[in-house]
């Protein structure tokens, strides 16, 4: 998926339209995972499960968090409603 560095949408902050800065935040993974994370990475590895899991079962594509920074009043907020992507790339 490919996204403009620019767009022009609502601030929540100037209830207007305006144009804001695109950027992407990066997940840390941390040490415990919960329950039903375990469960699928168990899965994704090849225990538990029969027969194999099949390959419906590997997510291939990951949430991407957007951040939204608008150029009038610099107040950032999170992009609602983002789709699944494998890869996600910032263009001009
Ligand atoms: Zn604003």
Excluded: N, W
Excluded at 16 to 22: C, F, G, N
Excluded at 23 to 52: C, D, H, M, N, W
Excluded at 64 to 77: A, T
């Amino acid at each position: 998926m490919k996204m403009p560095k620019e767009i022009k949408t609502v601030c929540p902050f100037c209830k207007t339209h305006s144009l804001q800065k695109v950027s992407v935040v990066k997940r840390k993974e941390r040490g415990t995972l919960k329950a039903g994370q375990r469960r699928y990475l168990k899965i994704v590895k090849g225990y538990r499960g029969f027969p194999r899991p099949s390959a419906d079962a590997v997510k291939q594509t990951k949430k991407v968090d957007i951040r939204l920074e608008c150029k009038e009043c610099g107040k950032k907020h999170v992009k609602t409603r983002t789709t699944r992507a494998k890869k996600f790339e910032l263009k001009r």
